[in-house]
């Protein structure tokens, strides 16, 4: 059922409608109560919230906000920004280019969320309302007050559809009910950003270097979140926190800007990403980053396949195993039935090439295929690999892969000298074995990135693209549409093999189980086509961003248990009913998906 907008409105048809918030108090009341709320949250998480330190982050302190208590600071600052910003405050304007009342609703919901979260947790956790401080009280109420102002401010509202007279009591309640949803989302709509005007190239940089420090630092924190209240907390700000910067249209400037200096905010994010390990003071987070690179660096491999030339790919993990088999077997591994030790080098070659020999084996037969039939014929592939990988142990077929139980005992790389399996002092800082290996895999994302874009911006990137979009018209321009797939499919595999190499050294063991279809534990070949088409298929953020989070969120989150799939499931779901196209989307698909959004003059090649 769809719903109208009615026309822009004069101030006295508001008035003679009644409220035009969600909440029926004056304009002015509600801007002061979502504003002084936002302050006085902040003013809460110097008080102590709870009078014991058995509640994680021991909020039992004045002065000193600790834990959540820095998350609601961190809420109730926004809020109170946005709220000055809405009240016209001289030299606040730049924070709300699209308008501050939607911005102000989701920064009030963030700071109510994550406050009344963690006052239910100490609750709960301890036995009762009774292990509250006044802090904690105060947090509870002028949070919750906050969020009732912010709803209270006015909106456009749809007019509802009309109903047939004649409708049954259940047709009517689907009509209302419907209409109340749409009107949720009119109180939640933020207007079209402002244009940006240009600045200063020096000026602009140090924009993009800002951006990039606030990106790191928020990584660092979500990464070290030491336990699961705090984790759970951070998603909630973090979440509504970025809609409402996206609705304030700061996350529009942001990408106009780093569009106008897209090299230099590539390098800057390499450099951003390589300080990480110096955030850290010991090896146990550089593991969980240098794994995030590995599933990242095959989920942009995968990218090439799946969001550039169209082509549903549901065994890609194998091309990962085929490259991490093939690098272990030749690096001096005691389970490798051939007795030699290639350098990195010459390893990583042929953990490469024998993933593009395997795509392009794979790919030619099946490759005439389309749609469903392609994704079977891959499926299929993955699992043989992983079959065929248990049953070469010598019994069941060839001593190759010591079935079961894998290449064991891959030795640590060694490169120019320097290895990768010590510790290592540089500038006063310890860098341990995982701190080593992520720069390797940085260094090795960072060429995959330049042969997505070199690729994508070349002639085959837009034969793909039409591919793409149209198999049929490309034929009948005279793309030769089998050759270009298999480019696709040998390039991709490629990639993932490249990334398979060090995976090998990284985890010392090589198994088939670490390559299935689907599994709790990434890289496998759900979870790194749900990084693609989560992250945004087609770009090259997109798929980092996913990877980064389809990792990091299943490895924070099992306290879950056996609910852990089940609730990572659901917010997938959640994610893709309401942002199909990606969190970072290219804008073909942004306009596919939301035909209401303006065309854009001029598409880049691939449409990003």
Known sequence: MTTQTTPPQSPDVHAAGGPAGLIGIPERAARALATGGGVLAVVSTFL???????????????????????????????????????????????????????????????????????VLAISFRLGGVVHLEPGG??????????????????????????????????ERF????????????????????????????????????????????????????????????????????????????????????????????????FVAAACFPFTQTDDQYATIGVYILIFATVALGLNIVVGLAGLLDLGYVAFLGVG??????????????????????????????????????????????????????????????????????????????????G????????????????HHVVGGVTIGRFANYFFLMLLITAVVVLVFRRSGDSRIGRAWVAIREDETAALAMGIHGFRVKLIAFAVGATLAGLAGTVQAHVTYTVTPEQYLFAGAIPPNSAFLLAAVVLGGMGTIGGPLIGAALLFLIPNKLQFLGNYQLFAFGLALVLLMRFRPEGLVPNRRRQLEFHEEAAAPDVLSKTGA
């Open 137 to 170: 009280y105060l947090v509870a109420v002028v949070t919750l007050a906050g969020l009732l102002g912010a709803l209270a401010l006015p909106f456009e509202r749809p007019e509802p559809d009309p109903i047939d007279p004649e409708a049954s009591g259940g």
């Open 174 to 269: 689907r009509h209302n009910a419907a209409h109340g949803w749409h009107v949720v989302k009119a109180s939640f709509a933020a207007g079209t950003p402002r244009p940006l005007r240009r600045l200063p190239a020096s000026l602009e940089i140090l924009v993009i270097v800002g951006i990039l420090a606030v990106c790191l630092l928020v990584f660092t924190y979500g990464i070290g979140t030491e336990y699961d209240e705090l984790f759970i907390g951070f998603l909630i700000t973090a979440g509504f926190c970025f809609a409402a910067l996206h609705k304030a249209g700061l996350i529009a400037h942001a990408t106009q800007v780093t569009a106008r200096h897209q090299n230099i905010t590539i390098c800057g994010a």
């Open 48 to 118: 102590a919230w709870t009078w014991t330190d058995e509640f994680p982050g021991d909020l039992t302190f004045y002065g000193y906000p600790g834990g959540l208590q820095v998350l609601v600071l961190i809420g109730g600052a926004l809020t109170a920004l946005f709220g000055l910003a809405a009240h016209g405050v001289k030299g606040l304007g730049w924070l709300t280019p699209a308008g501050g009342d939607a911005a102000l609703k989701l920064t009030s919901l963030a700071t109510f969320a994550t406050a009344w979260y963690t």
């Open 324 to 405: 991490a088999y093939a690098a272990a077997l030749v690096s001096g591994s005691p389970s490798s039935p051939f007795d030699v030790h290639f350098p990195f080098w010459a390893a990583v070659l042929v953990g490469a090439a024998a993933s593009l020999i395997f795509g392009v084996l794979i790919g030619a037969p099946t490759l005439r295929l389309r749609g469903d039939y392609l994704a079977i014929v891959t499926l299929g592939f993955g699992e043989i690999f992983r079959i065929a990988a248990n049953n070469l142990d010598g019994t069941s077929g060839p001593d190759l892969t010591n079935g079961s139980n």
């Open 407 to 422: 290449v064991s005992s891959v030795p640590d790389l060694e490169i120019l000298g320097f290895d990768l399996g010590v």
